[in-house]
Every structure is written in structure tokens, then in C-alpha cells.
């Protein structure tokens, strides 16, 4: 399939659905029960949720423990990971496609997106932004490396695949109605819950 950019030609790629799959295993699961018990408890009456980005749905698996009976739904680019989503029982729908194309009247209470918008194309962030919004009928929940000023930085040997920001305050910025519930910050070493050095931030619709 043609995609719009190198980034998504790159993630859709086998070898490095391969790769990132093999270095993020199910061991990760413990630790994103962990990371999201500690967001999810500023958030009330969630029934649905989708993820931008779901990969092969180790954050879906947190949060399919953390809630009961809940309405879970991913999009995923990468046909590898999009195979082994297929065999969680607990995800309602999947969307296989890039979410540059991804379109839908639907909407759902939480939107995620984890280490996902690092890795879009800055040109189409503006787009991307559009989506989650019109996606989410109440949070929108960010988790991604951040930076005060945009820069890109080397992702395993290759360049123009990685880049931090300020992601949620420029959807701040775009959206008025949109309000700061919470935010946070992971790290790398911590001695129980390892994730990757992550600032999150939880946005609600008022």
C-alpha cells in the first residue's frame, strides 16, 4: 500500500513490525496497569475507549483489567501487530490502517495515544490532532516524549522517525473547550514499573 509519508511506509514495514513487537513484550502488561490505575482514577463514567496506534494492544490489556465490560477499540497500521490484536478477545473493532486515513462518525469517552504522535510526520499533526478531538466525546489522554520546542531526535540509526514537542499544549491551543485534567511523568528507572521516560497528559472536553 502507498502511504502519504515515510513514516508510515516505515511502521507498516515487517521488519520493523517484527522488531518492536519482539522488544515489547507481554512482561509490559503489569507495568501499563500500574501506569494507567494512576490516570483512569481523575476520569469518571468511561464505556469506551479507542487507541490511535494500538500495536500488538499492551496498553488495551491494562486497561481491560482495570475496567469492567468496557467497549475497546484500536487502530493499528502494522499487519503483524494488527494479527496478534485479533487474537484479544476484549477488542470490540479494529481499524487496520493508517490513522492519516482513519475516519469515522463514532466516538468514544477516553482516547489514547502512547508513544505514537512522536513517531507521526509533523506536517500531519495538525490532522492527527483533528482526529483525536473529533474522536473523543469526553477525555483525550497523551502519553508521549516530551520537549518544550519541537526537535527531532535519531531513532535507532535512522533519522526523520522521531519527534518531541509539546503535543498536548498545542492541542490545547487549538481547541478551547478542551481543559488540562492531569498530566505526569514516568521513568525509566523506576524500581517497580519501568516505562519509557513518558510525560502524559489527561485532557477533558467541558
Known sequence: MNYKTE???????????????????????????????????????????????????????????????IDINAIEINNQAVEELKK???????????????????????????????HINPKYLDMVYEKLYKASNRYILIAEYYNPTPVEVNYRGHEGKLFKRDFAGELLDKYENLHLVDYGFTYHRDNNFQQDDISWFLLEKR
Open 88 to 118: 484479544l478477545d476484549f477488542v470490540n473493532n479494529i481499524y487496520h490502517e493508517s490513522i492519516l486515513e482513519f475516519e469515522t462518525s463514532k466516538t468514544w469517552d477516553l482516547v489514547l495515544i502512547k508513544t505514537v504522535l512522536i
Open 7 to 69: 513514516q508510515e511506509n516505515f511502521w507498516a514495514s515487517s521488519e520493523w513490525g517484527k522488531e518492536y513487537i519482539q522488544r515489547n513484550g507481554k512482561e509490559l502488561i503489569k507495568n501499563n496497569i500500574n501506569f494507567f490505575s494512576n490516570i483512569i482514577r481523575k476520569c469518571s463514567n468511561i464505556t469506551s475507549i479507542i487507541e490511535f496506534g494500538a500495536n500488538i494492544g499492551l496498553n488495551l490489556h491494562a486497561l481491560d483489567k482495570l475496567f469492567n465490560k
